[in-house]
């Protein structure tokens, strides 16, 4: 049971181009969800799905596109990539079972775009 | 207006304490969730204590326990005799919607030997 994994752990980017941050979860969790997070701040949302198929804008979607075709994988694409992208990026997966939600984060991609 | 409010940007406790972390909230909703975050330097996000916001008793997970006061809003994390691995960031969050939080901006915790 792998939890929440996301590639690559590091990428440096030049303007304009565009990637794609993979994630992917084993935990048959409906819910998945991408944050970026500034330096000395907390997580923001960009993207976020509820099910497969199912995907909505977040707080700060703009430059970044999401689709969610199977339960377990949930990519985020950088269409040309700026230099205020550069961040850290976390997906997350969660359930709420018997009244108890858990939010399970993966370990991150560092981005840099120059 | 900010959905989540940490207000102390760094907080020391000496081992073996016990140190509260302060949280504030802001929603119409009136189902919603409270999620409590350690960050340590290594920067992974490490899930510590959830609070629904119909539970009637306050959340408990080993050292960690939430103050939750509803007609307040406020959901403060209690950890009980802290530890030096114990230092690092924390946060708060708020669940509104399914898969969608708003974060705080975090409180440096230090442990002092």
């Known amino acids: 049971n792998a939890g929440v994994t996301q590639t690559p752990k590091f990428q440096v980017l030049k303007t304009g181009q565009s990637m794609t941050l993979q994630c992917a979860q084993d935990?048959?969790?409906?819910?998945m969800s991408w944050y970026r997070q500034d330096p000395g701040m907390g997580l923001r949302l960009i993207h976020y799905?509820?099910?497969?198929?199912?995907?909505d804008q977040g707080e700060v979607p703009n430059g970044y596109n999401v689709s969610r075709s199977t339960t377990e994988d949930f990519p985020l694409r950088l269409l040309s990539a700026a230099p205020s992208q550069t961040s850290v990026y976390f997906c997350?997966?969660?359930?709420?079972?018997?009244?108890?939600?858990?939010?399970?984060f993966g370990p991150g991609t560092r981005l840099l775009v120059l | 207006a900010q959905k989540i409010t940490q207000t102390q940007p760094g907080m020391f406790v000496q081992e073996k304490e016990a140190v509260t972390l302060d949280c504030t909230y802001d929603?119409?909703?009136?189902?919603?969730?409270l999620f409590w975050y350690k960050q340590p330097s290594s920067g992974e996000m490490i899930f510590l204590i959830y609070?629904?916001?119909?539970?009637?008793q306050n959340a408990t997970e080993g050292r960690y326990s939430l103050n939750f006061q509803k007609a307040r809003k406020s959901a403060n994390l209690v950890i009980s005799a802290s530890q030096l691995g114990d230092s690092a960031m924390y946060f708060c969050a708020m669940r509104e919607g399914a898969g969608k939080s708003t974060f705080g901006d975090g409180t440096t915790l230090t442990v002092k030997p």
């Open positions: 997350a997966s969660s359930r709420h079972v018997a009244g108890v939600e858990t939010q399970y």
């Open positions: 799905s509820v099910g497969a198929g199912i995907t």
């Open positions: 609070q629904g916001s119909y539970d009637q």
């Open positions: 929603t119409s909703d009136p189902s919603y969730g």
């Open positions: 935990m048959n969790h409906e819910y």
